[in-house]
């Protein structure tokens, strides 16, 4: 590669970086540390299964380890969500994400590598913390390892292919998620308890 196809190349992908960080700023609210490194993994999990990250992939599930702004950044610009399916959420409580190609089988880990990034603080130190993230090497924040993921056939994407009843609470469970006890069949809130009470 000579040296203008190398600058067309870093500059078509900054422009790349940049219509994404825009598109999960737009979604999120604002331009924080976790909207760039969310991003950032986005493209680096999409770039390993082979997946275009400015087009919506259907082949691909993300699990997420973290309910925070990363988590938008995911989901922004993958298009992966809840109600498609094909977002999963797992409270580790770690800021990572497992991108999965379902058609075959292919899966990478990406993990953010925790350093303290700002000595400032207040609203410079968030200033900071974005141009650090958007410039250091790939290698100095995330690692990346090749997984295999076990989907069960009641997480994939589509319609509900089993159903069943709560004999306690009468609501319908789906997805495989019903609860066998004492050879009865519970909900997860009958089962194990609530995150809610009843007033």
Do not use: W
Not at 17 to 35: P, T, V
Not at 130 to 135: A, C, P, Q, R
């Amino acid at each position: 590669m000579n040296p203008v196809q190398e600058i067309t190349k870093e500059m078509a992908g900054i422009a790349d970086r940049d219509f994404l960080l825009a598109k999960a700023k737009e979604f999120h609210g604002d331009l924080c540390a976790g909207i760039v490194l969310g991003t950032r993994m986005t493209v680096i999990g999409m770039r390993e299964l082979g997946m275009d990250p400015k087009i919506r992939n259907r082949d691909l599930i993300v699990y997420v380890e973290i309910d925070r702004c990363i988590a938008d950044a995911i989901q922004a610009i993958t298009g992966c969500s809840l109600g498609h399916r094909s977002l999963k959420y797992r409270p580790y409580g770690k800021f990572a994400a497992t991108y999965v190609n379902i058609k075959n089988g292919d899966a990478v880990r990406v993990s953010v590598v925790e350093k303290k990034r700002t000595d400032k603080t207040g609203p410079e130190a968030m200033k900071e913390a974005v141009k650090i993230l958007l410039e250091a090497p790939e290698a100095d924040l995330f690692r990346l390892k090749k997984v295999r993921v076990d989907i069960p056939d009641g997480d994939m994407p589509g319609m509900p292919k089993r159903r069943a009843r709560c004999s306690r609470c009468n609501e319908m469970i789906v997805d495989d998620k019903e609860v066998t006890v004492d050879g009865g069949v519970l909900c997860g809130n009958c089962a194990n308890g609530s995150y809610y009470r009843e007033l």
